[in-house]
């Protein structure tokens, strides 16, 4: 038996933050970084909260790739008194949120309302069971996954991603796509899965580059977020792949944005799950149905499927994402590290939901296509 539902209560669309006009919010906590804060944009919350004599505070030192020390500094100054946690930001903020949430309730023994509101168009934080934490001290990316770190609600407001730099939306927009692909092939995939997988994919296809030449269309900003929303639906039922934990990997050791390492590996993971082994029928037809369905296929399952993952890379590189990491770190640390982000990516647990399950050197070999001078 397989369960498909959402607890989380999702308001979308341009007047979509009226919805704290009415909510019984008790106290509140907000949970952002500091651009939040200092560019105004918390104001569009905060004026609610004012007009309504709600008490509220803010913690606005969210980092990108939040540590374990900045989520246990949140969970210090949080109120006794809290009653609801409000996340504004990207999936960094979004994800402290929830462990910081987590933490409280289960050490006050108390529930606490959680709304997250998602500042850029990438992680799908808001409607999934999952959070991400980093361990500086390992250098590495612990995902965490329990449906008590769901959200309640979920204000899908694009207004709030209208400053989102061009590269930034470049990034978060191409996780989801990673996101989309990942749940389509995932071996927990199913009919409900695969609809919000395959709407959100011809959503990034029809938008993610509009709004990357153009960050004032609100148009393809709002498809956007409301694609980053349903690929957040389709993977926390499906959890991920390899993609996911080579980027989680690569990521923790070197810095590089999570969306940016999803996008230069996904064309080699894509091949890796399909042509390179034409065992895998059931990714190959899937995937190969989905270049169908976005107009770049053929009769031939094998041709699509090639067709597909040129697609793919041709949008990564019409938002200037690099294919290499020559210009981004240092190649001989890059070399030493491989076996050990491949061990990383071996026990990630996006790996157990691959379609195909990889050995220690099939990890390191896709590492490898990333720079290029042969290794
Ligand atoms: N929980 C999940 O399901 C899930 C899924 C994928 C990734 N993640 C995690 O989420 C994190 C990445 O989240 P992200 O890609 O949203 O990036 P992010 O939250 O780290 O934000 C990236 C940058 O964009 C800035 N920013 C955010 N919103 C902005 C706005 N509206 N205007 C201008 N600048 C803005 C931030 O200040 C930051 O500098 C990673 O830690 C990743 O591991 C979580
Ligand atoms: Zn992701």
Do not use: W
């Not at 996101?179 to 709407?199: C, G, M, P, Q, V």
């Not at 580059?209 to 709002?222: F, I, Q, S």
């Not at 639906?233 to 590089?256: D, E, K, M, P, V």
């Amino acid at each position: 038996m397989e369960y498909f539902g959402m607890s989380t209560k999702i308001c979308m669309g341009m007047d979509s933050l009226k919805e704290l006009e009415s909510i019984d919010a008790g106290q509140v906590f907000i949970i952002c970084d500091p651009f939040m804060n200092h560019s105004g944009k918390i104001n569009l919350i905060t004026d609610i909260l004012k007009k309504r004599e709600i008490a509220y505070k803010v913690f606005d030192k969210i980092v990108p790739d939040p540590g374990i020390e900045l989520v246990a500094q949140a969970v210090g100054e949080l109120m006794d008194t809290t009653d609801t946690v409000i996340a504004l930001g990207g999936g960094s903020a979004i994800d402290a949120a929830k462990v910081v949430r987590k933490i409280f309730e289960v050490s006050k023994n108390k529930k606490v309302q959680f709304i997250a509101i998602p500042t850029t168009s990438g992680t799908g934080s808001e409607l999934t069971s999952f959070a991400v934490v980093s361990d500086e001290e390992t250098q590495t990316k612990i995902p965490l996954v329990d449906d008590s770190l769901l959200p309640d609600l979920a204000i899908l407001d694009c207004e709030f991603t209208m400053s989102v730099p061009a590269s930034v939306t470049a990034d978060t927009g191409l996780d989801v796509l990673t996101h989309a692909l990942e749940a389509l092939a995932s071996t927990k995939a199913n009919d409900f899965t695969d609809a919000y997988a395959i709407r959100a994919i011809m959503l990034v296809f029809q938008y993610l580059k509009r709004v990357v030449d153009n960050g004032n269309d609100r148009e393809a900003r709002m498809h956007m977020h409301n694609a980053s929303a349903m690929a957040g639906i389709a993977f926390n039922q499906t959890s991920l792949g390899i993609c996911h934990s080579l980027a989680h990997a690569l990521g923790g050791r070197f810095h590089i944005p999570h969306g940016r390492s999803n996008a230069m590996l996904l064309p080699h993971v894509m091949e890796y799950n399909t042509y390179l082994d034409l065992d895998n029928k059931e990714t190959i037809k899937r995937y190969a149905e989905l270049a169908r369905a976005l107009g770049f296929g053929t009769y031939n399952d094998i041709m699509s499927v090639k067709a597909l993952v040129r697609q793919v890379t041709k949008l990564i590189k019409s938002v200037n994402i690099p294919a290499y990491l020559d210009d981004m770190v240092d190649i001989k640390e890059y070399k030493n590290a491989i076996e050990d982000m491949a061990k990383n990516a071996l026990a990630d647990k996006c790996t157990i939901t691959n379609p195909k399950q990889p050995s220690l050197k099939d990890l390191e070999k896709i590492y490898k296509n990333l720079v290029k001078q042969k290794i």
